[in-house]
Structures are given as C-alpha cells and as structure tokens.
C-alpha cells in the first residue's frame, strides 16, 4: 500500500479502524513518508522484510545500489565495529527510528 491507497481505505472504512500497515521496509526502502502518515493516523506502522529481499525469489529488481542490503559494506562495517551481525545492525536501526 501507498499512502494514496490508505487514504482510500481511510475514507471507506466506517466501523472498524485501520490500525496496522505492514510494508516492506528496511535501509534501503526506508518508508519516512509512508511512516509519518501512519503516524499521524494512529495507524502502526510494521516492517516487512526488515532485513531486505537479498537474492531471494521476493527480490523483484537488483539493488539501487548494486549491493544486498545484508551485504552492504557500511552495515558490515558497522556490525564488526560492534561485534554484531549485519541482521542485528539493520533490526536495531528499525528499532531506534521508531
């Protein structure tokens, strides 16, 4: 859903209420706009795919970047600095943004 599609759900909807939204999202499909009308609705917001499609079958179109998120050198870099996995990196950055 995109926030067009909400807003037409939004207005349908009459006795039950929205109030979850599942999307993908994850650091390379981030979702600020999406999340801050969801917000804004009283609509939680929860991650699909936090940890990116990869090369599975779910990925639809290669990387903007060329590089799977699980596989990106910031995040690798980031998770050797900690001591933590890349999965871990990107959950915990979901996390800290709300």
Not at 44 to 50: E, G, L, R
């Amino acid at each position: 859903f995109n926030k067009t599609q909400i807003q037409e759900v939004l207005a349908a909807v009459k006795k039950h209420p929205v109030s979850t939204l599942q999307n993908e999202c994850h650091p390379y499909l981030q979702q600020k706009d999406l999340i801050d009308f969801c917000t804004a609705n009283k609509i939680c917001f929860q991650a699909f795919s936090p940890l990116g499609s990869g090369d599975t079958h779910l990925a639809v179109a290669s990387s903007p970047t060329g590089v799977i998120p699980l596989q990106d050198p910031h995040i690798k870099a980031l998770a050797e600095k900690y001591g933590k996995s890349p999965a871990q990196i990107m959950l915990k950055w979901q996390i800290q943004r709300g």
